[in-house]
Nanobody, 119 residues
Framework: QVHVVESGGGLVQAGGSLRLSCEAS????????MAWFRQAPGKEREFVAS????????NYSDSVKGRFTISRHYAKNMVYLQMTSLKPEDTAVYYC????????????WGQGTQVTVSS
């Protein structure tokens, strides 16, 4: 059983910063890639950023590139999302997913953490 737990959401003013954390735990889990997605009210879930465990290569959506930074703690299976210059349109529930090599196409998902950016 693999558990994915996000934390760090909250309310912030436009222009502010917030850091999300996500931990994937399980007796045999070894991260291959972890990612952040978000879902705003009335919209579909969308990709935000991802990071590969080996090498640490990253990928970002155009909407957050230059403002958000994804990073990882290699040994703890933890991933972080540092969000700066936040905008009201960044308001969403942010979800973390984690995949090991056998399940790279079927990642495990967390329950999400709410981020609200006020104007």
């Amino acid at each position: 059983q693999v558990h994915v737990v996000e934390s760090g959401g909250g309310l912030v003013q436009a222009g502010g910063s917030l850091r999300l954390s996500c931990e994937a735990s399980g007796r045999t889990f070894s991260a291959y890639v972890m990612a952040w997605f978000r879902q705003a009210p009335g919209k579909e879930r969308e990709f935000v950023a991802s990071i590969r465990w080996a090498g640490g290569s990253t990928n970002y959506s155009d909407s957050v590139k230059g403002r958000f930074t994804i990073s990882r703690h290699y040994a703890k299976n933890m991933v972080y999302l540092q969000m700066t210059s936040l905008k009201p349109e960044d308001t969403a529930v942010y979800y973390c997913n984690a995949a090991d090599r056998p399940r790279v196409d079927r990642p495990y998902w967390g329950q999400g953490t709410q981020v609200t950016v006020s104007s």
